[in-house]
């Protein structure tokens, strides 16, 4: 593991570190990280060994944050996503992909927040509307690259690889991530346009809800789970779009849907989703203050 890792940092360092560089093409050192990767992900194959993978993977997600994280490693961050997804889906190593999503992310985080400004990481947080819509488009790409591949690779891997609770611990992980990351750059470069961003991703996971009751049917576990979290994120796209009689009225409507909805599906899951929209619905009526 040791020697696979030192293998793709010497890859890595061929591009990315300035006193080692003789590759100056970003397309070839990528293919090259892509080389090496494939050459792990198929010793840890043959050997069968998931602690030989797992290393090798931690190994390259480590080069990403000692040597200073850029664009270029993001991109070959995806990469090891996708050998991550591999052993998931040929050999059911269901620990290694959930540590390649936290990694994954934290290696953007390090590199969104840097390393040598944490003294100022409050302005690197909490401040809004700060960002460039270049540097939004940049960070945009890499997150929804990322979730795009771990949601795409939980959905793919075949039935008997992984079983509901893992595929839906593994999508959940993914979508929180991405929710929260996404929702963190909406604020800082269009905090005003935070309810379309929620109202896109609810949209996209109910879809994907659909496609996986499709796919995994007569299970609904994946489905209910995914609607669940379609319909909390489209419900927060109510709350940041409407204001005052117009919000009432949209969560009260949402609320009579879902109801609907959970009585023909015979879910309890999501007729108890209608119930909490007409709690929030009824508080925010009732709320003396009216501070929302």
């Not at 509307?129 to 990322?146: H, I, N, P, Q, T």
Request: hydrophobic share 60%; glycine share 6%.
């Amino acid at each position: 593991a040791g020697s696979l890792a030192l293998a793709y940092f010497v890859t890595y360092a061929a591009h990315f570190v300035e006193a080692f560089r003789v590759i100056h093409s970003p397309a070839l050192a990528i293919a090259m990280l892509s080389v090496v990767v494939l050459f792990i992900v198929g010793v840890a194959q043959e050997r069968q060994s998931p602690t030989l993978g797992g290393m090798a993977l931690f190994f390259g997600y480590y080069t990403s944050v000692v040597s200073g994280v850029a664009t270029f490693t993001l991109a070959s961050n995806a990469v090891l996503a996708l050998a991550a997804i591999f052993f998931l889906a040929r050999n059911r190593w269901v620990h290694i992909s959930y540590g390649a999503v936290l990694a994954t992310y934290l290696t953007y985080m390090i590199w969104v927040w840097k390393l040598s400004q944490w003294g100022h990481i409050d302005h690197l947080v909490f401040d809004s509307g700060y960002l460039s819509a270049e540097d939004f488009r940049l960070r945009a790409v890499f997150l929804s690259l990322y979730w795009l591949v771990f949601a795409v690779g939980g959905l793919i891997v075949h039935r008997d690889a992984i079983t509901g609770t893992e595929r839906n611990g593994l999508l959940t992980l993914n979508n929180v991530f991405f929710f929260m990351l996404f929702s963190l750059l909406m604020h800082h470069a269009y905090p005003d346009r935070q309810w379309a961003f929620q109202f896109s991703f609810g949209g996209v996971l109910l879809i994907v809800s659909a496609l996986a009751y499709q796919r995994f049917a007569p299970d609904r576990s994946v489905m209910d789970a995914l609607f669940l979290q379609g319909m909390a994120v489209a419900t927060l796209g109510l709350i940041s779009y409407f204001q005052g009689v117009q919000l009432i009225a949209a969560l009260a409507l949402e609320s009579v849907f879902l109801l609907m909805l959970g009585r023909w599906m015979s879910s309890r899951w999501i007729a108890w989703m209608g119930r909490a929209t007409f709690t929030v619905a009824a508080v925010y009526a009732w709320d003396p203050h009216n501070d929302w």
